[in-house]
């Protein structure tokens, strides 16, 4: 299957412990996005790359994450002192708008990771 | 803050019949799109509609785009019990590509 992956799918962890999320996007693409979902909420966009180049992070995002992706293919995500508050679904998309036959910006998602902190 | 509101929150309807649901949207934008998600898992691209773009079809999926009301609507027809999740639209805004996310509509098919 050359969709997009994400390991793992269920993470429980205690406060204050840190997190690492990792996303194996579809291969040919170069943008990587993450997304956090909570409870009754749709996506809310964290950050994205362009290839290895971390382009844009959103305000949701703390000092507390930070998310690489070297060499422009996998991406993580990691979450240190972890509280109450980041227990959500982490999402990962990729897209490749530049590609020849590509539809404008649609992403494909991956099955999310689901965070629990106790 | 999310970009798009749907309405409605929730909708319940029977096997065969049609599925409507409406989101609107604060900005410009540079395409809308629709995604399915089923219960705890990630989400499904339906459809892509542009700005200068009206409508579209997609097998049973027909959406509409109203840039003067800064609107769109999804419709489902002769649902199916398989069509049972939540439906995201997603406005992608000029110069932008990441996508920024309604808060949903939950639709349940009652066989």
């Known amino acids: 299957d050359t969709g997009v992956s994400q390991d793992p799918r269920h993470k429980i962890t205690k406060r204050g412990q840190n997190v690492t999320f990792r996303c194996d996007p579809i291969s040919e693409h170069n943008r990587l996005y993450w997304y956090r979902q909570t409870l009754g909420q749709g996506p809310e966009f964290l950050t994205y790359?362009?290839?290895?180049?971390?382009?844009?992070k959103s305000r949701l995002l703390s000092d507390r994450f930070s998310a690489e992706r070297p060499k422009g293919s996998f991406s993580t995500l990691e979450i240190q002192r972890t509280e109450q508050g980041d227990s959500a679904m982490y999402l990962c998309?990729?897209?490749?708008?530049?590609?020849?036959?590509?539809?404008?910006?649609?992403?494909?998602f991956g099955p999310g990771t689901r965070l629990t902190v106790l | 803050s999310q970009q798009g509101e749907e309405d409605p929150q929730a909708l319940s309807i029977q096997e065969g019949e049609n599925a409507t649901m409406n989101c609107s949207y604060k900005t410009s934008i540079n395409n809308l799109q629709w995604y399915r998600q089923n219960s705890g898992r990630g989400l499904v691209h339906l459809i892509l509609i542009r700005s200068n773009e009206r409508e579209k079809h997609s097998g049973r999926l027909r959406v509409t785009l109203d840039t003067s009301k800064k609107s769109s609507s999804l419709l489902i027809t002769a649902s199916r019990a398989a069509d049972t999740a939540s439906y995201f639209c997603a406005t992608d805004l000029s110069n932008d590509y990441k996508l920024s996310f309604g808060a949903g509509t939950t639709v349940t098919v009652r066989a």
């Open positions: 998309a990729s897209s490749s708008p530049e590609a020849a036959g590509a539809t404008y910006n649609e992403q494909f």
């Open positions: 790359f362009q290839n290895e180049a971390q382009l844009e």
